[in-house]
T-cell receptor, first 115, second 114 residues
Framework: KQEVTQIPAALSVPEGENLVLNCSFT??????LQWFRQDPGKGLTSLLL?????REQTSGRLNASLDKSSGRSTLYIAASQPGDSATYLC??????????????FGRGTQLTVWP | GAVVSQHPSRVICKSGTSVKIECRSL??????MFWYRQFPKQSLMLMAT?????????EQGVEKDKFLINHASLTLSTLTVTSAHPEDSSFYIC??????????FGNGTRLTVT
C-alpha cells in the first residue's frame, strides 16, 4: 500500500524566503505525483502534476521535482509571499501504474509566511 | 470558476439521522468521482471510487452500508452518511475527473453530528 510522508509538518518564515517542502512515497511504480494547496476549511487546488517521465515541473514561483528511484519529491517555492500561507499536500496514486485515479495524500506541510 | 460543485458546504445533524452530500461536475462529464474524508489535522483519506452507472468501490475499512454512494449520471455523485454518529463528524471532499481531464476537487462539506 502506498504511503506518503511529508516533512516538515509546519513551517513559518518571513516574506521573501525561498522554501523547500519534502515528500516521500513508498511505492515508486507511479505514473505521476501531484502537489496541492489547501486553504483552511476549503477544498484543494492543484498546483503541479509531474509525470513519471519528467524530473520536474514549473509554474510561476513553484517548482516541483520527482525522483522515483529514491521515492522523493520536493516543492520549491521562490520568494515566498504572505498569500502563499496554506497547507501544501503531496499525493501519489494508490494504483500501481494508474494515470488518473485514487490518490493517497501526505499529511501536508502547513506554511505560514509573515510580512 | 469552480468546475466541481459540492453541496452543502456545512451541515449539522442529530445522531441517528442520515445526511446526503452532492458532488457535481459543472462543465465536463465525470465518469469517475472520488470521495475523501479529512479529520482535523489529518490528511485526506480516500473512502471510495464512484463510477457512473455501476457500484462504487470502497477502500478497506470503509463501511459501504454506512456510506452510500450513488453515481446515476455523468455529472452527479452523492454520498449519504446513514445513521450518523458523532465520530462521523469530519470534512468530506469529492473529486471528479475523466480520463482526458485532470482531477478537480470540490470545496468540501463540513459535517457535524451532535
Amino acid at each position: 500500500k502506498q504511503e506518503v510522508t511529508q516533512i516538515p509538518a509546519a513551517l513559518s518564515v518571513p516574506e521573501g524566503e525561498n522554501l523547500v517542502l519534502n515528500c516521500s512515497f513508498t511505492d515508486s511504480a507511479i505514473y505521476n505525483l501531484q502537489w496541492f494547496r489547501q486553504d483552511p476549511g476549503k477544498g484543494l487546488t492543484s498546483l503541479l502534476l509531474i509525470q513519471s517521465s519528467q524530473r520536474e515541473q514549473t509554474s510561476g514561483r513553484l517548482n516541483a521535482s520527482l525522483d522515483k528511484s529514491s521515492g522523493r519529491s520536493t516543492l520549491y517555492i521562490a520568494a515566498s509571499q504572505p498569500g502563499d500561507s496554506a497547507t501544501y499536500l503531496c499525493a501519489a496514486p494508490a494504483d500501481r501504474g494508474s494515470t488518473l485515479g485514487r490518490l493517497y495524500f501526505g499529511r501536508g506541510t502547513q506554511l505560514t509566511v509573515w510580512p | 470558476g469552480a468546475v466541481v460543485s459540492q453541496h452543502p458546504s456545512r451541515v449539522i445533524c442529530k445522531s441517528g439521522t442520515s445526511v446526503k452530500i452532492e458532488c457535481r461536475s459543472l462543465d465536463f462529464q465525470a465518469t469517475t468521482m472520488f470521495w475523501y474524508r479529512q479529520f482535523p489535522k489529518q490528511s485526506l483519506m480516500l473512502m471510495a471510487t464512484s463510477n457512473e452507472g455501476s457500484k462504487a468501490t470502497y477502500e478497506q475499512g470503509v463501511e459501504k452500508d454506512k456510506f452510500l454512494i450513488n453515481h446515476a449520471s455523468l455529472t452527479l455523485s452523492t454520498l449519504t452518511v446513514t445513521s450518523a454518529h458523532p465520530e462521523d463528524s469530519s470534512f468530506y471532499i469529492c473529486s471528479a475527473g475523466d480520463w482526458n481531464s485532470p482531477l478537480h476537487f470540490g470545496n468540501g462539506t463540513r459535517l457535524t453530528v451532535t
